[in-house]
Every structure is written in C-alpha cells, then in structure tokens.
C-alpha cells in the first residue's frame, strides 16, 4: 500500500507560481515512477508531468517550458514547480504513483489550484 499526501495548492494570479509537493509513505521498496495529472471541472482526468527513478520525464506540450517536476528518491516525494500560470491551468491536481512498470498507480486525494486574477 501507499499513502500519498499532496500540499501547495492554492490561489494565483495568471503569471504567478506555485509549487506542489507529494510525499509517499507506506510499505514498498522503491518507486518506479511518480507523476502529476490534473483534472478540470467537466473534463477528463490528463497527464501534467511524470518522472521515473531513472529520470526519464514526459510533460503535456500544454506545460512545456513553464512546468518543471522533480523528485527527491530519498524522500519518495515528488514536486511539480509551475512557473507563468495561466488561467486555464486551473484544475485539482492529483500525485500518482507506480511502485513498478506493469503496476497501477497509486492517487493522492489531490490538491486545488485556481489561477484568477
């Protein structure tokens, strides 16, 4: 099982930043990959970034350049800077984690962001 706890949500005006942090708990050896994915008010559930131990990371072309995730293998956490929000990058945004390649994902309970002015 894993436990995962997000934090750093909250609320910015288009242009600021904000930066998410997941942190794992639990009873596994190492994580695989540990990602973030973010869902919009009547959309579906999309891909942000994703990271894996060995470091190979995947971003959506929508956060290319602006959004930069991390990870602390020591801590089994996880971070994701967002640089020059923009409003339509308002959505919950959800930490998920791979104990293995051909495993499910663990999901935090996930953490608001909303970029207003």
């Known amino acids: 099982q894993v436990q995962l706890v997000e934090s750093g949500g909250g609320l910015v005006q288009p242009g600021g930043s904000l930066r998410l942090s997941c942190a794992a708990s639990?009873?596994?050896?190492?994580?695989?990959?540990m990602g973030w994915y973010r869902q919009a008010p009547g959309k579906q559930r999309e891909l942000v970034a994703r990271?894996?131990?060995?470091?190979?990371?995947i971003y959506a072309d929508s956060v290319k350049g602006r959004f930069t995730i991390s990870r602390d293998n020591a801590k089994n956490t996880v971070y994701l800077q967002m640089n020059s929000l923009k409003p339509e990058d308002t959505a919950d945004y959800y930490c998920?984690?791979?104990?293995?390649?051909?495993?499910?994902?663990?999901w935090g309970q996930g953490t608001q962001v909303t970029v207003s002015s």
């Open positions: 998920n984690a791979e104990l293995t390649i051909t495993s499910p994902g663990y």
């Open positions: 639990g009873s596994f050896f190492s994580i695989y990959a």
């Open positions: 990271k894996t131990r060995g470091g190979n990371t």
